[in-house]
């Protein structure tokens, strides 16, 4: 399950700047990437629209 700190947190901020947070994309790089994924695949596509992940650690079992 995401971050509540992200999804309740972040967003607040994002949204009370006049940011639209209904659907977001998001962007990570490498231990990063790897958190942009799981994050994404936990909120789901109803609200990601968009995930990359530069160079995502993954893990050493997929070396």
Do not use: C, E, K, N
Not at 29 to 51: C, D, K, N, P
């Amino acid at each position: 399950m995401p971050s509540s700190a992200l999804t309740r947190d972040l967003l607040s901020l994002l949204a009370a700047q006049g940011l639209g947070t209904r659907r977001i994309g998001i962007l990570g790089w490498s231990m990063g990437g790897r958190g942009a994924l799981w994050y994404a695949a936990g909120l789901g596509t109803a609200r990601v629209t968009a995930v990359a992940a530069a160079s995502p650690f993954l893990g050493a079992h997929f070396a």
